[in-house]
Structures are given as structure tokens and as C-alpha cells.
């Protein structure tokens, strides 16, 4: 069991438009990572963060960009939203270099 | 820059029969490899993971060899199930730096009964 949770389920926006993601970390985990994970594709690294600092930035515009609180709990923003940024947003959260564990995702739409 | 290529897809087997999804990597140092399975609907669950060459990975009867001379990293099971179709995702993640994850494209696998 994972213990890791993303609000909201799904998400509706317009081009141009911005949107923000969250994501509750497993208890005990001070590390979450952002994913994009494009219709019939792998899931592309965003960005992470260790201790409310990123921590490592994938090829993402800074149109995209987040927070991590001290709860280690985490926001995924995005500005100006594209239609190409529709797509499954995964959230996950580790303890330091221990394996990553998935929350279910938010479905974004850009029309 | 490190990539994982997997088998393309899609897989259709008949229950029980052997399943094999090839996986190959291409990574500086020594990476640690996984493999990930996405019911419908749901987000990433670990399937198995193996941190070092020649290390096995098991789990729910899958298992995967790490094998640095070929930099692949095979999933096999002998008998599968309806209930294991599902995507299955292989993955690296780095030796050091941030501990992103580089997945390959997915193989999505249907088990008819």
C-alpha cells in the first residue's frame, strides 16, 4: 500500500489557462518527484524535491513548476497550459534514495 | 543521456502460456533497473527491481536478470493469468544525482482466457 494521494482525479482546462496539482507524500517520505506521462507513453521526469528544495529538473519548460511544503506534501504548477500538456501528472514520494512509490495520477485535459 | 527501449507492443498470449518482455538500457555507471506494471485507470506499481549485475528480481511469479554484458534487463513468467494484463514499464534510475526515474515506452499485455 502506497500511501501516496494526488488531488484532484481529473482536471478540465482551457489553453492559456494555469492549473496546480497536489500530491500528499507517504508518512514518512521527504522526497517527491513529478512525472508526465503523455497518452501511450512512459512517464517523463518534471522535476524533484528533497526537503522543500528541488532537487533535479528533467526538459520541461519553467512554465512548469512546483513546491514542496514542510510536510513534504506537493504542489505541480503549470502556466500558459498547451494542449500538449494533457496527460496522466504522476506524484511520487521516497525517503531519501529508497525506492519511489506512485500515487494514481491526475488526468488533466487542455481544450 | 540514459534511455530504456523496451519490446514494442502490444502482447496478446492465451492464459498460462510463457511471457517474455525484452528490455534493454543505456546508462553510464551503474544503474539500478526496475520494472513497473499501470492497471487500467491506476498509477505505477513496483513490480520487481534488481540493484546490482547479475541480481534477480522477483515477484508474483515475474522475474527479471540484470545482465550488464547485454545491459538488458528481460521479463519473463512461466504461466500468466488473465488478472497480469496490465502495462508493464521498465525503468532505470541513476547512480547519483536526483533519483529521477527514465522509463521506456511501455508494453501493454492482454491475457485472453
Known amino acids: 500500500e502506497t500511501g501516496v494521494t494526488q488531488s484532484p482525479t481529473h482536471l478540465i482546462k482551457t489553453r492559456g489557462q494555469q492549473v496546480t496539482l497536489r500530491c500528499s507524500s507517504q508518512?514518512?517520505?521527504?522526497?517527491v518527484s513529478w512525472y508526465q506521462q503523455a497518452l501511450g507513453q512512459g512517464p517523463q521526469f518534471i522535476f524533484q524535491?528533497?526537503?522543500?528544495?528541488?532537487?533535479g529538473r528533467g526538459n520541461f519548460p519553467p512554465r512548469f513548476s512546483g513546491l514542496q511544503f514542510p510536510n513534504y506534501s506537493s504542489e505541480l504548477n503549470v502556466n500558459a497550459l498547451e494542449l500538449d500538456d494533457s496527460a496522466l501528472y504522476l506524484c511520487?514520494?521516497?525517503?531519501?534514495?529508497?525506492?519511489?512509490?506512485f500515487g494514481p495520477g491526475t488526468r488533466l485535459t487542455v481544450t | 543521456g540514459d534511455s530504456v527501449t523496451q519490446m514494442e507492443g502490444p502482447v496478446t498470449l492465451s492464459e498460462e502460456a510463457f511471457l517474455t518482455i525484452n528490455c534493454t538500457y543505456t546508462?553510464?555507471?551503474?544503474?539500478?533497473l526496475f520494472w513497473y506494471v499501470q492497471y487500467p485507470g491506476e498509477g505505477l506499481q513496483l513490480l520487481l527491481k534488481a540493484t546490482k549485475a547479475d541480481d534477480k528480481g522477483s515477484n508474483k511469479g515475474f522475474e527479471a536478470t540484470y545482465r550488464k554484458e547485454t545491459t538488458s534487463f528481460h521479463l519473463e513468467k512461466g504461466s500468466v493469468q488473465v488478472s497480469d494484463s496490465a502495462v508493464y514499464f521498465c525503468a532505470l534510475k541513476g547512480f547519483q544525482g536526483a533519483q529521477k526515474l527514465v522509463f521506456g515506452q511501455g508494453t501493454r499485455l492482454t491475457i485472453n482466457p
Open positions: 546508462a553510464t555507471g551503474y544503474p539500478s
Open positions: 508518512s514518512g517520505h521527504n522526497t
Open positions: 511520487a514520494s521516497t525517503f531519501d534514495e529508497r525506492e519511489q512509490y
Open positions: 524535491y528533497y526537503r522543500e528544495e528541488e532537487n
